[in-house]
């Protein structure tokens, strides 16, 4: 089986090709899926985030590294559900109405999957009364909210206040993020966790449910 280290290897260099090669390598030498992400996909995209947190690599091989993992995790999934293997947690994420910006968003979604939460991307500019029905309906653990303007940050602000008077979030955890939110403007809004980057949201997600 290929290690946590040539995983890294491929995954920094944004190599898609490598990071299906490894895996479609290891399937089918009987590697169980649900290794090959643990010990594999996880930790090498978990070094990914060390070498960013160490200003070792930047925000574009961040996001080149989400790709290739994404484009892993296609080929993975269909496997990994043939196991029943359960995801690591389920996270709604979107970018608040009025707000059209995304790249952050998808990042932090992309990340979100490389450590094997189920994620449901509502994308852009979502109204609060669609986060009430989509968390209804699919009972997350995490409600993840974007925004990338100051103007739209009382957006965030309003959509977490009306959610958690309607009852939505009893059971559900909210980390914000987004380029003019910092960790004082998330304590305010009473979200449970910010996320200053795609990487620490990610963290940020595992440590809300307890998982190390």
């Known amino acids: 089986?290929?290690?946590?280290?040539?995983?890294?290897?491929?995954?920094?260099?944004?190599?898609?090709?490598?990071?299906?090669?490894?895996?479609?390598?290891?399937l089918n030498v009987g590697t169980p899926p649900l290794k090959i992400l643990n010990t594999g996909l996880i930790p090498g995209m978990e070094m990914v985030g060390q070498k960013f947190r160490d200003a070792e690599i930047y925000?574009?091989?961040?996001?080149?590294?989400?790709?290739a993992m994404h484009a892993g995790l296609d080929l993975l999934k269909?496997?990994?559900?043939?196991?029943?293997?359960?995801?690591?947690?389920k996270i709604v994420i979107g970018t608040v109405k009025g707000d059209l910006h995304d790249i952050g968003k998808n990042l932090v979604a992309m990340m979100f999957e490389g450590l094997g939460f189920q994620v449901i991307d509502m994308g852009v500019d979502v109204p609060t009364e669609k986060f009430e029905e989509v968390?209804?309906?699919?009972?997350?653990?995490?409600?993840?909210?974007?925004?990338?303007?100051?103007t739209t940050m009382l957006e965030m602000k309003s959509t977490i206040q009306f959610l958690k008077k309607r009852g939505v979030l009893d059971d559900v955890k909210t980390i914000v993020g987004g380029a003019p939110v910092t960790q004082?403007?998330?304590?305010?809004?009473?979200?449970?966790?910010?996320?200053?980057?795609a990487v620490s949201g990610a963290e940020k997600a595992k440590e809300l449910l307890g998982i190390t």
Do not use: C
Request: proline share 5%.
């Open 1 to 26: 089986m290929a290690t946590a280290q040539e995983y890294f290897e491929a995954l920094v260099e944004g190599n898609q090709d490598m990071v299906k090669t490894y895996i479609g390598d290891d």
């Open 59 to 67: 925000i574009p091989e961040v996001l080149m590294a989400a790709r």
């Open 78 to 89: 269909p496997k990994l559900m043939e196991t029943g293997a359960k995801p690591a947690g």
């Open 135 to 150: 968390i209804k309906a699919q009972k997350p653990d995490i409600l993840a909210l974007s925004s990338l303007l100051t």
């Open 184 to 197: 004082e403007f998330a304590d305010e809004i009473e979200a449970d966790a910010y996320g200053k980057d």
